[in-house]
T-cell receptor, first 111, second 111 residues
Framework: DAGITQSPRHKVTETGTPVTLRCHQT?????MYWYRQDPGHGLRLIHY???????DKGEVSDGYSVSRSKTEDFLLTLESATSSQTSVYFC??????????FGDGTRLSIL | QQQVKQSPQSLIVQKGGISIINCAYE??????FPWYQQFPGKGPALLIA?????SEKKEGRFTISFNKSAKQFSLHIMDSQPGDSATYFC??????????FGQGTTLQVKP
């Protein structure tokens, strides 16, 4: 809706496998964010980026890494997926001092 | 200090009634308080937001009431409609620029 595309939308994988989720924006916004959503926890920030190659940790960053080599793409990687990382993952974007707008999420199941 | 506590967890309201969702925070550095609405299978969408220099903001049927001294804010949905059935999240942002979300409230409006 706000020019944000998340891929894949659904993924099922096995414990111990690497997983990469992609967030692509067409808004040329500086800030990009990765959240996970779990029942009873709301949305929790995993990592965020404030520019190309500029990233920082959020509240629940353990087990996750990110990369941003282009303004439009922000990748979230689970190096070795665990069952506790089963969740719905949302990407958000914003301009400076602007509200965050969210993508439609990736539902990730780790068996 | 960084938490935002949201209640109730779930809410059932009759069509035409008033839905009220409450949030409380501790960090007095928070200076921006948005509410997001989320439908199943979609990402959260910004509904309405307030800054602490005003005590109330109204947009159509949606009103935020803000009590700075009590560190509480609430969302009121007047004349609730079945189409308002969704999950609602409050959030707060301070000088770190990061949004801290409440746990979410699932609202069901019965016809």
């Amino acid at each position: 809706d706000a020019g944000i595309t998340q891929s894949p939308r659904h993924k099922v994988t096995e414990t111990g496998t690497p997983v990469t989720l992609r967030c692509h924006q067409t808004e040329n916004h500086r800030y990009m964010y990765w959240y996970r959503q779990d029942p009873g926890h709301g949305l929790r920030l995993i990592h965020y980026s404030y520019g190309v190659k500029d990233t920082d940790k959020g509240e629940v960053s353990d087990g996750y890494s990110v990369s941003r080599s282009k303004t439009e793409d922000f990748l979230l990687t689970l190096e070795s997926a665990t069952s506790s990382q089963t969740s719905v993952y949302f990407c958000a974007i914003s301009g400076k001092d602007q509200p965050q707008h969210f993508g439609d999420g990736t539902r990730l199941s780790i068996l | 200090q960084q938490q935002v506590k949201q209640s109730p967890q779930s809410l059932i309201v009759q069509k035409g009634g008033i839905s009220i969702i409450n949030c409380a925070y501790e960090n007095t550095a928070f200076d921006y308080f948005p509410w997001y609405q989320q439908f199943p299978g979609k990402g959260p969408a910004l509904l309405i937001a307030i800054r602490p220099d005003v005590s109330e903001k109204k947009e159509g049927r949606f009103t935020i009431s803000f009590n700075k001294s009590a560190k509480q804010f609430s969302l009121h949905i007047m004349d609730s409609q079945p189409g308002d059935s969704a999950t609602y999240f409050c959030a707060a942002k301070g000088n770190t620029g990061k949004l801290i979300f409440g746990q979410g409230t699932t609202l069901q409006v019965k016809p």
